[in-house]
């Protein structure tokens, strides 16, 4: 390529990538994207985006199950799962398209190859293992993403085991499906292969499922999902897996000297991810490297001059919307805008799309106390609520932590229907320093199941209405 000096360059082209290269083309650099895959990284291809496809087939084909609640009936109905998984990749496919088309017009430089480190502001970049050129830049960017964490003998094969990319495109449905681990990977593909009928195990490590959230939400997926005929197993390891011709025989260790065995069609590996640090000349910078993500600090500097990560490569949370923020927060400090902030984790929200859905922002209960606070908790069932009663969607829990003192809002936790899109509420009023008097001065629509998010803020004072 002609052109090989720039301003700043991005190595990588997920949410936190392409964003921060849109940001430094809009701010007036000279930008390049380096990606050796497809546009969009993970996220849009092989996770966010099309997991999400997958879970509203799912649901659609629950609601077809429900048909005599809402006056309505229908014969016979029927999934075909290649056309389930074709749309899936159909949509992810339109979406790496768009990147394409945003990177261009705001005239970005995309670099199709694999990009290393040669120095300082100096980058390597080969496809296929042929050269593509030596690129340049005073900033480089770092958002190499991450991949699936494996466990030594519980390695996945694609066939029998399988990682969360190949449950995206599976090459069958199974009649019994065995998830490891139950963070919001392993729960959401849990949640698409029960709604579709597979008999589905939940092996868990920890003492509860969803174990960073909040207890008491915890403990209401777990009562919801075993509602819907999933086993569940805590406090319990995977041993090892006997892989045979067409299933999986998963050893556990439930602690206590007790063990037990489970047999299945398929298992899903989602323990986890670890940052893509290799191959990239991490090695041959100052650059810290921490049980494999980059250390960096608020502004995405990695104490390298020039050097930063962004993204899932850097660390937790491990969260798009986390990535793209980051991204913005690093070239806004690059390029010098005034009224800039350092990244803080405290107000990202996390969301699991799991049926029901799960989302929440800030401190648990448990965490607050630990932290000093004296809290008041407010909660509202959805059972109480107008608008979910009639969506035949009663199940769910809004749950508010507030600082006694001060009325700082200090973390809020929500599981039901549609809960995803509703905790940004709360997330904006995390943002402006929205207090509990303020909330409860806050109008909101009726009939709506957001109400329920105020409920639960004058719960918190003992004046919720309607229950």
Same mark, same amino acid.
């Given at each position: 390529?002609?052109?090989?000096?720039?301003?700043?360059?991005?190595?990588?082209?997920?949410?936190?990538?392409?964003?921060?290269?849109?940001?430094?083309?809009?701010? !007036?650099?000279?930008?390049?994207?380096?990606?050796?895959?497809?546009?969009?990284?993970?996220?849009?291809?092989?996770?966010?985006?099309?997991?999400?496809?997958?879970?509203?087939?799912?649901?659609?084909?629950?609601?077809?199950?429900?048909?005599?609640?809402?006056?309505?009936?229908?014969?016979?109905?029927?999934?075909?799962?290649?056309?389930?998984?074709?749309?899936? %990749?159909?949509?992810?496919?339109?979406?790496?398209?768009?990147?394409?088309?945003?990177?261009?017009?705001?005239?970005?430089?995309?670099?199709?190859?694999?990009?290393?480190?040669?120095?300082?502001?100096?980058?390597? =970049?080969?496809?296929?293992?042929?050269?593509?050129?030596?690129?340049?830049?005073?900033?480089?960017?770092?958002?190499?993403?991450? %991949?699936?964490?494996?466990?030594?003998?519980?390695?996945?094969?694609?066939?029998?085991?399988?990682?969360?990319?190949?449950?995206?495109?599976?090459?069958?449905?199974?009649?019994?499906?065995?998830?490891? !681990?139950?963070?919001?990977?392993?729960?959401?593909?849990?949640?698409?292969?029960?709604?579709?009928?597979?008999?589905?195990?939940?092996?868990? =490590?920890?003492?509860?499922?969803?174990?960073?959230?909040?207890?008491?939400?915890?403990?209401?997926?777990?009562?919801?999902?075993?509602?819907?005929?999933?086993?569940?197993?805590?406090?319990?390891?995977?041993?090892?897996?006997?892989?045979?011709?067409?299933?999986?025989?998963?050893?556990?260790?439930?602690?206590?000297?007790?063990?037990?065995?489970?047999?299945?069609? %398929?298992?899903?590996?989602?323990?986890?991810?670890?940052?893509?640090?290799?191959?990239?000349?991490?090695?041959?910078?100052?650059?810290?490297?921490?049980?494999?993500?980059?250390?960096?600090?608020?502004? &995405?500097?990695?104490?390298?001059?020039?050097?930063?990560?962004?993204?899932?490569?850097?660390?937790?949370?491990?969260?798009?919307?986390?990535?793209?923020?980051?991204?913005?927060?690093?070239?806004?400090?690059?390029?010098?805008?005034?009224?800039?902030?350092?990244?803080?984790?405290?107000?990202?929200?996390?969301?699991?799309?799991?049926?029901?859905?799960?989302?929440?922002?800030?401190?648990?209960?448990?965490?607050?106390?630990?932290?000093?606070?004296?809290?008041?908790?407010?909660?509202?069932?959805?059972?109480?609520?107008?608008? &979910?009663?009639?969506?035949? +969607?009663?199940?769910?829990?809004?749950?508010?932590?507030?600082?006694?003192?001060?009325?700082?809002?200090?973390?809020?936790?929500?599981?039901?229907?549609?809960?995803? +899109?509703?905790?940004?509420?709360?997330?904006?009023?995390?943002?402006?320093?929205?207090?509990?008097?303020?909330?409860?001065?806050? =109008?909101?629509?009726?009939?709506? =199941?957001?109400?329920?998010?105020?409920?639960?803020?004058?719960?918190?004072?003992?004046?919720?209405?309607?229950?």
């Amino acid at each position: 390529m002609a052109d090989t000096a720039f301003d700043l360059i991005v190595v990588g082209s997920g949410p936190g990538g392409y964003v921060a290269a849109i940001r430094a083309a809009q701010l !007036g650099m000279k930008t390049a994207v380096i990606e050796g895959d497809s546009l969009g990284g993970i996220c849009l291809n092989w996770g966010c985006i099309p997991t999400k496809a997958l879970l509203k087939s799912a649901e659609m084909w629950h609601a077809l199950h429900r048909l005599e609640e809402f006056g309505m009936s229908a014969d016979n109905p029927k999934f075909d799962l290649d056309k389930i998984v074709k749309r899936s %990749r159909g949509i992810a496919g339109q979406l790496s398209a768009g990147v394409t088309h945003l990177l261009k017009k705001n005239k970005v430089t995309v670099i199709n190859g694999w990009a290393k480190i040669d120095g300082p502001g100096k980058l390597n =970049v080969e496809k296929d293992g042929k050269s593509v050129g030596t690129f340049t830049a005073p900033h480089i960017i770092l958002a190499t993403g991450a %991949r699936a964490r494996e466990l030594p003998e519980l390695e996945a094969d694609g066939k029998i085991v399988w990682t969360y990319q190949h449950a995206l495109a599976p090459n069958m449905m199974p009649k019994s499906l065995l998830v490891v !681990g139950s963070g919001a990977i392993g729960i959401e593909f849990a949640s698409f292969f029960n709604a579709l009928g597979a008999e589905v195990t939940v092996v868990e =490590v920890m003492d509860r499922v969803l174990p960073v959230e909040d207890a008491e939400i915890s403990a209401l997926a777990a009562k919801a999902f075993q509602k819907q005929g999933m086993t569940l197993h805590t406090k319990t390891t995977v041993t090892k897996l006997d892989k045979a011709a067409n299933s999986v025989t998963a050893t556990l260790d439930h602690g206590g000297g007790k063990t037990s065995q489970i047999t299945a069609d %398929r298992a899903i590996m989602a323990v986890g991810i670890t940052g893509n640090v290799e191959n990239i000349g991490i090695e041959t910078t100052k650059a810290t490297v921490d049980r494999g993500h980059i250390v960096v600090n608020g502004w &995405a500097e990695t104490g390298v001059k020039g050097l930063y990560a962004i993204g899932d490569v850097a660390g937790p949370p491990w969260l798009a919307h986390k990535a793209s923020h980051e991204g913005i927060v690093c070239v806004e400090k690059i390029a010098g805008v005034d009224g800039v902030h350092p990244f803080k984790n405290d107000n990202i929200p996390g969301c699991t799309y799991c049926s029901p859905q799960v989302a929440s922002v800030g401190l648990t209960e448990a965490a607050a106390k630990e932290a000093g606070h004296k809290i008041r908790v407010g909660k509202f069932p959805l059972l109480a609520n107008g608008k &979910a009663i009639a969506l035949g +969607e009663p199940d769910g829990l809004i749950k508010t932590v507030f600082d006694d003192k001060t009325g700082e809002l200090l973390g809020a936790h929500m599981i039901g229907a549609e809960v995803t +899109e509703m905790i940004q509420g709360y997330v904006i009023a995390r943002g402006l320093e929205t207090t509990e008097a303020e909330l409860v001065h806050t =109008v909101f629509p009726h009939p709506t =199941v957001s109400e329920a998010m105020h409920e639960s803020v004058l719960d918190s004072l003992n004046r919720s209405i309607h229950f």
